[in-house]
């Protein structure tokens, strides 16, 4: 048998196999991917609050507590406290006021992320989330800071332009142009800790940004829940085990 023999039986071996092969089922699938904290020694989670800043026209404190108050009662095992949320500002006020002998010390604004520093041993007090705990049965408490700020960015951007020439042909070039933008930028820190204890287990912290032209006048709440969404699945997946839908195909 010659080569071109072969070579020709081979190809006509490959169309009636993919001629057979006209039908394919799609199976849905289901990819289970493993909690980062082992949160197994608790029934109950308190998110208690956040130390948050920047925007005026978002309370970054209160949007970030309800949200992962929802996203837990329906995505995770835990059973979620319904409490207030905790004066966290005004009891570091008042931790910096008994260092200085009672003396009330006034905290600045927060506007950006080194106005946070003044409140970043909070989550390490030890005892007062030891107290916490106690006050609501042990739970896991979740915590930790948010700023959520804008600033307008004026960027370059390459634009395609068609011109001609002097003999009227077409030429393609590129134009630079000068774009205002608003960007948003959320910047959350979850920090995890012990009710038994008071010790933080775990922090994780995140970056996210959105920027929009002007004539979109997009709402600042709404950028929030926007780059929130981008935030809350590797938050869930930290504390309780999820499963990542896909599909295959099978080819018959």
Request: aromatic share 8%; hydrophobic share 35%.
């Amino acid at each position: 048998m010659t080569a071109r023999t072969v070579r020709a039986l081979v190809s006509i071996t490959a169309v009636t196999l993919l001629a057979a092969c006209t039908h394919y089922y799609e199976i849905p699938i289901e990819t289970p991917i493993k909690a980062k904290l082992d949160v197994s020694a608790f029934q109950r989670v308190l998110v208690a609050g956040f130390i948050g800043g920047g925007i005026e026209d978002v309370d970054a404190n209160v949007e970030t507590t309800r949200l992962l108050r929802s996203q837990l009662r329906t995505k995770s095992e835990l059973r979620v406290i319904d409490a207030d949320t905790l004066p966290l500002m005004e009891v570091v006020a008042s931790e910096r006021a008994k260092a200085n002998g009672g003396t009330p010390q006034p905290l600045p604004p927060i506007k950006d992320e080194k106005d946070l520093e003044p409140y970043e041993p909070l989550f390490a007090n030890v005892a007062y989330w030891k107290q916490i705990g106690e006050e609501y049965q042990q739970p896991l408490i979740v915590t930790g800071t948010v700023m959520f700020t804008s600033q307008e960015n004026n960027s370059t951007v390459l634009r395609p332009q068609e011109t001609r020439d002097e003999f009227g042909r077409r030429q393609n070039d590129v134009q630079r142009v000068f774009v205002e933008r608003r960007e948003f930028v959320l910047r959350p820190k979850f920090v995890f800790i012990d009710g038994r204890t008071g010790v933080t287990i775990s922090s994780q912290t995140f970056r996210e940004n959105q920027n929009y032209s002007p004539n979109q006048q997009t709402p600042a709440l709404s950028s929030y829940f926007e780059l929130m969404d981008r935030v809350i699945p590797s938050f869930l997946s930290t504390l309780s085990s999820q499963k990542v839908k896909g599909t295959r195909f099978l080819l018959q």
